[in-house]
């Protein structure tokens, strides 16, 4: 069958196409390289050097497809903040553009990558996908009209979407630059030991993430694209269902630490519901915290 990914050159999207052609799918990448990396495009992919904002070549590039596996993104979120207009128009109007082309090509399902960004900060944990979404950040708030999009194009016009709710993905080709896409502390703190630097700490360290390594995430995507319970537009969290300190991690990783000042679009602490991942597409991650950082830490 073929399948297309936007983004099939960035941290998440080119594991989704590995996953693919490991399974033997025709696989076609769209990405115009603004955040992904020529390095990550498999040999055995179909590359589209186009941007999701060119609706018309949209169109021709996923007529045929069975699927559309939506990871291309601007996930730069203190960019986001200097420019929200800019990444408004690759994070929403790009995502309204991947819809609309695969409905005029006549697509059968949409996976839309999504971000647990956009609960903000809530009061309770863990976060199921009926707490209430107040995100805070230009970033989260275009993640959140994307979801709304899928929604909108399953009652309107017919196809089938799902949204995933990514947490803090980590794991080989994370980015590791503090102000970078998809920058976990966990790459962070592993680029500052290689380099002999402390690892840098914001605020007091006791803030809590929910760490999901990106194989299991790439899985996830896959699993909903072959489901039959998903296509209405749900929305599903993508997490371990487990939450560490940032102290903890530092810890795991060992060093000298040095402590900055907080910065104002995080959130106090981040843990997932992944009931519904369970139940409706058959998920849960496989791959601990522990081995996760431990190969990591032998790259």
């Not at 996930?75 to 109007?93: F, G, W």
């Not at 502390?185 to 390594?213: A, C, M, N, W, Y």
Request: proline share 4%; glycine share 8%; aromatic share 8%.
């Amino acid at each position: 069958m073929k399948f297309v990914v936007t983004g099939g050159a960035g941290f998440i999207g080119s594991h989704i196409v590995d996953l693919l052609v490991l399974e033997g799918e025709t696989v076609h990448i769209v990405d115009n390289f603004s955040t992904g990396k020529r390095s990550r495009v498999n040999r055995k992919a179909i590359l589209h050097e186009v941007n999701i904002l060119d609706s018309k070549k949209l169109v021709n590039i996923f007529k045929g497809s069975f699927g559309i596996f939506h990871t291309a993104a601007d996930p730069r979120m203190l960019y986001s903040l200097k420019e929200p207009k800019i990444t408004h128009d690759v994070n929403a109007t790009g995502t309204l553009n991947v819809l609309l082309a695969a409905r005029d090509a006549g697509v059968s399902k949409v996976v839309y990558s999504s971000s647990s960004a956009v609960y903000g900060n809530a009061n309770s944990m863990p976060l199921d996908e009926g707490t209430n979404s107040l995100p805070v950040i230009p970033y989260a708030i275009q993640k959140r009209v994307g979801e709304d999009y899928c929604r909108m194009m399953r009652v309107f016009y017919n196809l089938d979407t799902v949204s995933l709710r990514y947490f803090n993905v980590y794991g080989p080709r994370q980015n590791t630059s503090v102000n970078g896409s998809y920058a976990t502390v966990i790459g962070i703190f592993l680029k500052q030991k290689k380099e002999g630097r402390p690892l840098t700490i914001v605020s007091d360290g006791k803030q809590r993430r929910d760490f999901v390594h990106v194989m299991d995430v790439a899985r996830a995507n896959l699993l909903a694209m072959k489901s039959k319970k998903v296509g209405k537009g749900e929305v599903i969290n993508i997490g371990s269902g487990q939450s560490y300190s940032v102290l903890e991690i530092a810890r795991t990783i060992g060093g000298p630490k040095v402590f900055v000042e907080p910065r104002p679009w995080d959130v106090k602490d981040s843990l997932a519901d992944i009931s519904g991942a369970k139940k409706l597409i058959n998920w849960s991650p496989e791959i601990t915290l522990e081995n996760g950082v431990r190969d990591l830490m032998r790259e």
